[in-house]
């Protein structure tokens, strides 16, 4: 079956560690999304890319780093200049960016905790 | 910049209607979205909208979309318990706004729940 996964579902990070969140697609999506989600929040976009090694900012890029040497993989890596990274992480994939209806497919999500 | 707003808490009793509100800025996106969060899991696209349309129904949801005041509602009918959950509600990005053009801009959810 097609669909995103991402990978771990529950992950814990120390004071000053710097850990990466997986994130894979078998849609054949050109575009993938990480969202940071808080509570009364809603989503906000963290990184993009519309192809292959390219990937852009989004709204809140700082202290975070994204790579996407292929197009099923886009992992998000969360840095110690994060200085809350306390949160739910969401990956998403879309067809592209086009005109036509861009369904955004998610995974399930990785909760990220600080101890 | 585009900004999608949504009431985060809506509460209703099973069985009555729930009616979703949200308000878009961008009066040239093409398409509008409804997506369902359960608790601890991600977005699933419920349904969506073309911008040429005012409504659209599919079984318990109808869609309404009213483009001169930039209004979008979901509307279900026999709310279940089952229907508990976030909604949220997305535009298509222009790029009118800054940003890319094509990437979703959310709102930040409505919680919906629902009593017994």
């Known amino acids: 079956d097609g669909g995103i996964t991402q990978s771990p579902k529950y992950l814990f990070r120390k004071e000053g560690q710097n850990v990466t969140l997986s994130c894979e697609q078998n849609?054949?999506?050109?575009?993938m999304y990480w969202y940071r989600q808080d509570p009364g929040q809603g989503l906000r976009l963290i990184y993009y890319?519309?192809?292959?090694?390219?990937?852009q900012k989004g709204d809140i890029a700082e202290g975070y780093s994204v790579s996407r040497e292929k197009k099923e993989s886009f992992p998000l890596t969360v840095t110690s200049a994060q200085k809350n990274p306390t949160a739910f992480y969401l990956c998403?994939?879309?067809?592209?960016?086009?005109?036509?209806?861009?369904?955004?497919?998610f995974g399930q999500g990785t909760r990220l905790t600080v101890v | 910049g585009e900004d999608v707003e949504q009431s985060l808490f809506l509460s209703v009793r099973e069985g009555d209607s729930s009616v979703i509100n949200c308000t878009y800025t961008?009066?040239?996106?093409?398409?509008l979205y409804w997506y369902k969060q359960e608790p601890g899991a991600g977005l699933q696209l419920l349904t969506y909208i073309f911008s040429n349309m005012d409504m659209k129904q599919d079984q318990r949801l109808t869609v309404l979309l009213n483009k001169k005041d930039k209004h979008l509602s979901l509307r279900i009918a026999d709310t279940q318990t089952g229907d508990s959950a976030i909604y949220f509600c997305a535009e298509k990005g222009t790029g009118n706004y800054g940003g890319s053009q094509g990437n979703l801009i959310f709102g930040k959810g409505t919680k919906l729940s629902v009593k017994p």
């Open positions: 961008d009066s040239s996106s093409t398409y």
């Open positions: 998403a994939s879309t067809t592209g960016t086009g005109k036509s209806n861009t369904e955004a497919f």
């Open positions: 849609l054949n999506h050109d575009a």
């Open positions: 890319s519309q192809i292959v090694n390219d990937f």
